[in-house]
């Protein structure tokens, strides 16, 4: 009985721990999205997160390490999205589903792409080495199974790392500068038509610049 309580008692900590970092990092998302990390204070983080500062410290021993761990996250989630390359064996299917998934991602999590646009802008001060290592290694293995669709004739003839490219700009479009197309949008944010319209455009538009249809 000791040991049932004990590892109910455990599993009810780990639910609370797992509920406050949550609580933290929906709050750190949001203040290093409106400040960077610079103007982004840990104080501004725990009233947002409606917890006491010293919370934040007990969970996260320093802004930087909060601020690492936003980053990667959202990241994690990017290179989470590129799955459909293994998931099928179809360029049209791959990149589409990719594509929209990367369109939903920006728009359920902006102010994550915002953060890392902050970074990114400034030097990658904090990521360069998760940069370099996860990232790119990533992103040469999709490189090199486009380059493999090229030879085998299934798309036309591009370089891979500007496809890349121009998939992860047009798809963070939709969060970094979502406040730019609310105003071309009478200043009111995409319907769910008006967004089901946009990824599909953004798919129909890179897949014919690709040969695919």
Known sequence: MTAIKSGLNGAH???????NEEQ???????VFADYGFKGAT?????????VPKANVHYYFSTKEALYRRIMEDICDHWLEAAMTFENSSDPAEILRGYIEAKMDLSRARPHGSRVWAHEIIRGAKFSSDYISTTVKNWLDSRVVVINRWI?????????????MYMIFA???HYADFAR???IFNNNQPLSDTQFA?????VVRIILKGVGLS
């Open 42 to 50: 840990t104080a501004r983080i725990a009233e947002i997160a409606n």
């Open 24 to 30: 933290i990092l929906a709050a750190a998302e949001l």
């Open 180 to 182: 730019q197309i609310e």
């Open 151 to 163: 030879t085998e004739g299934k798309m036309d003839k591009v370089e891979p790392y500007s496809l």
């Open 197 to 201: 319209e946009a990824k599909e455009n």
């Open 170 to 172: 047009t798809t963070q």
């Open 13 to 19: 900590k780990a639910a609370i721990r797992q509920e």
